[in-house]
């Protein structure tokens, strides 16, 4: 599986963006999309990569993190193979690389979303998210 993020770029703050994640590399032989849940985490400077939200295979669980409840949603395309991260009203403190993160679903997606560092396999390179005037 291979992701790659788009959507990045430079907002003032209570601004918006969106982002993409499109997912490729799938063969017959392996797990289809559906099988996995697909997250948005972020790393600022100086600071560890964090879950921001993440959605399920069947997108009938999410998790958002405290910081982002309200301003973000995320959903998914299976059909396209792209999932998606809207954010509202940003703030200086979302600016951050942003990666899309997947990994076969076995568990709660508050789990596969907090605990990224053993249930995320697959990542993709980042899209940096600035938030200033």
């Known amino acids: 599986l291979q992701l790659e993020e788009s959507g990045g770029g430079l907002v003032q703050p209570g601004g918006s963006l969106r982002l993409s994640c499109v997912a490729s590399g799938l063969t017959a032989d392996d797990y289809s999309l559906d099988d996995y849940a697909i997250g948005w985490f972020r790393q600022a400077p100086g600071k560890e990569r964090e879950g921001v939200s993440c959605?399920?295979?069947?997108?009938?669980?999410?998790y958002y993190a405290d910081s982002v409840k309200g301003r973000f949603t995320i959903s998914r395309n299976n059909a396209e193979k792209t999932v998606y991260l809207q954010m509202n009203s940003l703030k200086p403190e979302d600016t951050a690389v942003y990666y899309c993160g997947g990994g076969i679903d076995y568990t709660s997606v508050q789990r596969l979303c907090t605990m990224h560092t053993i249930t995320m396999d697959y990542w993709g390179k980042g899209t940096l998210v600035n938030v200033s005037s």
């Open positions: 959605l399920n295979s069947r997108a009938d669980s999410s």
